[in-house]
């Protein structure tokens, strides 16, 4: 299995220490280049005195210490109601990529002093470690391109360097899994990848891939599976990633993550040329084990979490699934089909089902299915912004809102939306045959409420809506569709997708480093956020990958990509 650490991180004192050819400085003034930076806005204003477009665009100039080039890395402003974090992470990833372009292999990374955003460092070292991303295919065909630099440094502290690297393994395995080919990343070779991924770790791994168990136990997930499982090197499969922190637990996570490792759209076929990209439809999924390494890096205490990938692939022959079809989920819902090409849900609903029965028996649960779900949610927010949507358990604590707020302290944006009662009304049985009605036969972008419908599918077909707030076993449950936030195709993914845990109790946020002798978790409430960045060809490179909150002992996760850990008061 390709190395997925990207090259040797470590943490310097100054801008003077030897062994680098090269700084990257990432500011947005150059007045504030004061006491040790001093020796850097010398010849920085030297270069702008003859050039105006330097404080705005960049430069590259020499400097009198050991590393003897400078790459500036402008962020633009930083103060205005629209600014967030994320400028210092895209002027991190531009530096590193203009640095690379110069000849560095070796570039030390220094901040300049920035007092507006908390978390400012590791966003920085994680824009950094983003634009020194190598995709996997490259690192296993072409090894002489497996690392684009031999060393990074950063002017920093030891300990948020320490959590940059683990927060950033979750996001290099979610880039993996979400962003390599339909071959590369079919059901099979997942497996084996995410085996390779825990072995020897505290994270252990159930593998559901007999056909006969699958029809039984998942038949909506089998309904999709019924055209790839011909072809063995496609046939699908559901994963089951477990972990427990050590001491008694205090929080159960349930994530269900879509798998889909191409999507050709099934018998209601991808035409008109909008099937190329379909390989990330897996990003929930890779978003699942990406987490569960940060988890495996981290090892928070007193959480168990039980991360589910429903690998499948929506192929189109004799075999497929059609609409019309009538098929009993495991809930014993019975689901007509309407498209063919809303197969995410039908994936997803049956393991969700499996977690609602094992809710009752965990401790403090909570239920998330995360998915590149819809096209709807890109035309609803954005290019760069995932959509979270609560039941009403979960709407009663919040969950929601207090994700949202800390997400935007770690550059991690995402809307709120909300299912409502014509969601159920859209999804209800239109005949005396069928229970459900998985889809209408359009797409969701030219359909009302396209995004926000399909978590109330997943609530209705996995029997989740006997669990509301007016039952006497409510259960918490959040639906996430990050298909907005996933990454620009070509390029390379942000692994933004992520899940979510429990109520938070308190909600104002300061920002909290874990100690980095054990890189644990010690006692107390914390959100670990990432980054979501364009779909669009040649947008912004950023973007981080699960996100994971852990409150007393409670993980959320919301999407954007791994990243900091945050104390919440």
């Given amino acids: 299995m390709a190395h997925r650490i990207r090259c040797e991180v470590k943490a310097e004192a100054s801008v003077s220490v030897?062994?680098?050819?090269?700084?990257?400085?990432?500011?947005?003034?150059?007045?504030?280049?004061?006491?040790?930076?001093?020796?850097?806005?010398?010849?920085?204003?030297?270069?702008?005195?003859?050039?105006?477009?330097?404080?705005?665009?960049?430069?590259?100039?020499?400097?009198?210490?050991?590393?003897?080039?400078?790459?500036?890395?402008?962020?633009?402003?930083?103060?205005?109601?629209?600014?967030?974090?994320?400028?210092?992470?895209?002027?991190?990833?531009?530096?590193i990529k203009r640095a690379l372009k110069v000849g560095m292999k070796k570039p030390l990374l220094?901040?300049?002093?920035?007092?507006?955003?908390?978390?400012?460092?590791?966003?920085?070292?994680?824009?950094?470690?983003?634009?020194?991303?190598?995709?996997?295919?490259?690192?296993?065909?072409?090894?002489?391109?497996?690392?684009?630099?031999?060393?990074?440094?950063?002017?920093?502290?030891?300990?948020t360097v320490q959590l940059a690297m683990a927060l950033d393994a979750g996001r290099t395995v979610a880039s993996d899994?979400?962003?390599?080919?339909?071959?590369?990343?079919?059901?099979?070779?997942?497996?084996?990848?995410?085996?390779?991924?825990?072995?020897?770790?505290?994270?252990?791994?159930?593998?559901v891939s007999d056909d006969e168990k699958l029809c039984k136990e998942y038949p909506l997930f089998s309904a999709v599976n019924r055209c790839a499982k011909g072809v063995p090197r496609h046939r699908g499969r559901v994963m089951f990633l477990t972990y427990q922190g050590s001491g008694p637990v205090e929080q159960t996570l349930l994530l269900v993550g879509k798998g889909v490792t191409y999507d050709t759209g099934g018998a209601d076929i991808k035409a008109g040329g909008v099937m190329a990209g379909m390989?990330?439809?897996k990003c929930g999924a890779a978003a699942v084990a990406g987490f569960m390494q940060i988890l495996a890096k981290l090892q928070p205490k007193n959480l168990k979490v039980i991360g589910s990938m429903a690998m499948v692939r929506n192929s189109v022959g004799s075999e497929c699934y059609v609409a019309d079809e009538i098929i009993?989920?495991?809930?014993?819902v019975r689901v007509r089909v309407g498209n063919t090409d809303a197969e995410g849900r039908m994936a997803m609903a049956d393991v969700l089902c499996h977690m609602k029965e094992i809710a009752p028996k965990e401790v403090n649960p909570h239920l998330m299915t995360i998915a590149t779900l819809t096209g709807h949610v890109c035309l609803a927010y954005g290019e760069e912004y995932s959509a979270i949507m609560d039941n009403g358990p979960a709407r009663?604590?919040?969950?929601?809102?207090?994700?949202?707020?800390?997400?935007?302290?770690?550059?991690d944006p995402f809307e709120i939306s909300t299912i409502r009662r014509g969601d159920f009304d859209f999804h209800s049985g239109k005949s005396e045959y069928e229970d459900v009605l998985q889809c209408n036969n359009a797409p969701s972008s030219r359909t009302p409420r396209g995004h926000q419908t399909p978590s109330a599918f997943l609530i209705m077909s996995s029997g989740l809506d006997k669990h509301g707030k007016d039952s006497s076993q409510p259960l918490k449950y959040s639906h996430l569709d990050i298909?907005?936030?996933?990454?620009p195709f070509p390029g390379v993914p942000t692994a933004s997708h992520t899940t979510a845990g429990n109520k938070i109790a308190r909600t104002s946020c300061k920002s909290y480093v874990a100690r980095p002798s054990a890189l644990q978790c010690p006692p107390g409430r914390y959100v670990d956020t990432s980054w979501p960045t364009s779909r669009r060809p040649g947008s912004r490179p950023g973007g981080l990958a699960p996100v994971a909150a852990v409150l007393s002992g409670q993980c959320y996760l919301a999407p954007g990509g791994t990243l900091p850990v945050h104390q919440l008061m």
């Fill in 177 to 207: 899994i979400g962003g390599s080919d339909p071959e590369r990343m079919a059901p099979p070779r997942v497996e084996e990848y995410v085996r390779d991924v825990f072995q020897g770790t505290n994270v252990s791994l159930e593998v």
């Fill in 110 to 159: 220094v901040l300049a002093n920035v007092d507006s955003f908390p978390e400012a460092r590791l966003v920085t070292v994680l824009g950094a470690l983003h634009a020194l991303y190598v995709p996997i295919e490259i690192r296993e065909d072409v090894p002489e391109k497996a690392s684009k630099a031999a060393r990074l440094g950063f002017v920093g502290d030891n300990k």
């Fill in 279 to 281: 390989h990330r439809d």
């Fill in 396 to 411: 009663l604590a919040g969950v929601a809102q207090k994700l949202q707020a800390a997400g935007d302290l770690v550059a």
């Fill in 483 to 487: 298909a907005g936030s996933s990454g």
């Fill in 18 to 95: 030897e062994g680098y050819d090269g700084i990257i400085l990432v500011a947005d003034s150059l007045d504030k280049l004061t006491g040790p930076l001093d020796v850097l806005r010398v010849p920085l204003q030297a270069q702008a005195a003859i050039d105006q477009s330097v404080v705005k665009d960049g430069a590259v100039v020499k400097v009198a210490l050991p590393a003897s080039r400078l790459v500036l890395a402008p962020t633009g402003h930083l103060n205005r109601d629209y600014d967030d974090v994320r400028r210092l992470f895209d002027a991190a990833a531009a530096g």
């Fill in 328 to 332: 009993t989920s495991r809930a014993g």
